[in-house]
Nanobody, 123 residues
């Protein structure tokens, strides 16, 4: 199983990016993929999760109303639309599969972490 995150880059404050997380290796047996991010010198933090069993979407308070998570089932790809970006959104963004029940923000419940994609918000 492999997750490949892409779509990061350098953007000015207020700008937008769309991150992608492509899954390969297996296409069933899981139903929730989440995004985390890690800024330099800081702990990894939860950003968003899509649980498609019940079409449920979760967001950290810091990104609610600015980020949107979605999924293209045919392409086996998860997306994270980042709008109204702020300098504090600068981080490496990772996607991972949530394989155990529990808090969506508990990164110990996730497996198969992708390699991450850098998002830099700066003028």
């Amino acid at each position: 199983v492999q997750l490949q995150a892409s779509g990061g880059g350098l953007v000015q404050p207020g700008g937008s990016l769309r991150l992608s997380c492509a899954a390969s290796g297996f296409t069933s047996g899981y139903y929730a993929i989440g995004w985390f991010r890690q800024a330099p010198g800081k702990a990894r933090e939860f950003v968003s999760l899509y649980d498609w069993r019940g079409d449920r979407k979760y967001y950290a308070d810091s990104v609610k109303g600015r980020f949107t998570i979605s999924r293209d089932n045919a392409k086996n790809t998860l997306y994270l639309q980042l709008d109204s970006l702020k300098p504090e959104d600068t981080a490496v963004y990772y996607c991972a599969i949530k394989l155990a029940a529990g808090s969506v923000s508990d990164d110990s419940l996730y497996r198969y972490w992708g390699q991450g994609t850098q998002v830099t918000v700066s003028s």
